[in-house]
């Protein structure tokens, strides 16, 4: 019988997993096949073969790049294998959170991640609307620095797979309050306030894992409110793969393909 691709075993875990918890606890009510759909599966596919091919390219250039540092290395992979976890989640969302402040304060590379605030509905599905380029930036402004500071192979593998589990977690769609989980680890009322429509801050909740990089920042931001009502940006940003792939392109482009998308940078 033939075996059923991992990227397609992938796409059926997450839906079991995520499609009845959202059913069951919705936070806002929205079809299953909600606007965007089409475009985010599209996204899922296209992120999966990148995601795997830049992890790829990222080993060959630590390789190549004389590999980790070798009195760091060898203090690091020593270190028992729950401080290495530990270790790396905080230095790789450490890392994350200074490029995605960029991505949100840089005017071009805002054009990348508005791909990303885009959704107007934010669900599982909604995790992996990331265009191609913000993926491979912020994977390598990660992944680089965790490869060079020698963690083991096992902590890496745990790491990548919270990383996405978290990812998913935060985009989901409930409605529920996490009361002392929140202080420690991202949620979902944590994240959905960084995909806010209006939001307070223009920058804020931009750790993905740990909401105390964000407090230590200053950029964190839970009111008592449920959740935001309206998520999205201002921007004129038409739901579909091939745009999204050539919207940050838009301003060198014919007239015609710029209608609608010569705003800044900033959210509403
Ligand atoms: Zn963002
Ligand atoms: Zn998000």
């Given at each position: ?17 995520f499609?009845?918890?959202?059913k ?21 596919f ?27 290395s ?30 949100h ?23 992996v609307?990331v ?63 960084h995909?806010?429509?209006?939001p ?26 449920n ?29 015609e ?12």
């Amino acid at each position: 019988m033939m075996e059923i691709p991992d990227v397609i075993k992938g796409i059926l875990i997450l839906g079991f997993v995520f499609v009845p918890i959202e059913k069951a606890l919705a936070a806002h009510h929205q079809k299953l096949l909600r606007e965007g759909w089409f475009t985010d599966l599209c996204y899922y596919f296209s992120g999966y073969f990148i995601g795997h091919g830049t992890t790829k390219l990222l080993i060959v250039f630590v390789l190549m790049s004389q590999g980790s540092i070798p009195i760091l290395s060898r203090f690091v992979g020593q270190q028992p294998l729950v401080l290495q976890v530990t270790a790396a989640i905080f230095i790789g969302d450490l890392c994350f959170y200074c490029v995605h402040r960029l991505l949100h304060t840089v005017p071009w590379l805002w054009r990348f991640h508005a791909i990303h605030h885009s959704s107007t509905n934010i669900d599982w599905l909604a995790t992996v609307r990331v265009h191609p380029f913000e993926q491979i930036l912020t994977k390598s402004c990660q992944m680089i620095p965790l490869y060079w500071l020698g963690f083991s192979t096992e902590a890496l593998a745990i790491y990548a797979v919270f990383s996405s589990a978290i990812a998913f977690f935060i985009h989901t769609n409930i409605g529920i309050k996490f009361p002392i989980l929140k202080w420690i680890i991202a949620t979902p009322e944590f994240h959905h306030w960084h995909h806010d429509r209006y939001p307070q801050l223009k920058t804020q909740n931009l750790a993905v894992q740990l909401p105390i990089i964000d407090y230590i920042f200053g950029t964190w931001y839970m009111p008592d409110q449920n959740l935001p009502k309206q998520y999205g940006t201002e921007l004129n940003i038409k739901t579909n793969y091939f745009k999204h792939l050539i919207y940050p392109f838009t301003p060198f482009l014919p007239k015609e393909e710029t209608h609608g998308s010569s705003r800044s940078h900033i959210d509403p």
